[in-house]
Nanobody, 115 residues
């Protein structure tokens, strides 16, 4: 198992920006696909963005053109730059690494976008 710690969430007005960070306890960021998910109470957790070992990125249709996932291997950190935020982006955002039987998850960071 690996420890993941997210930060950077907060309250922002629609149209604003936030940058989320996820620090991993081990040197895994460049070795596996790292992902950001989000969850609204009562809904399933959904994939927002992912970056593979080779640097290929993938985004949910709802965030394409607004969100950017990146990583800094030397810092064992991945980021999610979120621009032009919308109220429907309000959720708890989680970092994920495919390690362990059910994957490794952080504790989440709350993002709230006001209209």
């Amino acid at each position: 198992q690996v420890q993941l710690v997210e930060s950077g969430g907060g309250l922002v007005q629609a149209g604003g920006s936030l940058r989320l960070s996820c620090v991993a306890s081990g040197s895994i960021v460049g070795a596996v696909t790292m992902s950001w998910y989000r969850q609204v109470p009562g809904d399933q957790r959904e994939l927002v963005a992912a970056v593979t070992r080779s640097g290929v990125t993938n985004y949910a249709d709802s965030v394409k053109g607004r969100f950017t996932i990146s990583r800094v291997n030397a810092k064992n950190t991945i980021y999610l730059q979120m621009n032009n935020l919308k109220p429907e982006d309000t959720a708890v955002y989680y970092c994920n690494a495919p390690i362990g039987a059910t994957g490794s998850w952080g504790q989440g960071t709350q993002v709230t976008v006001s209209s």
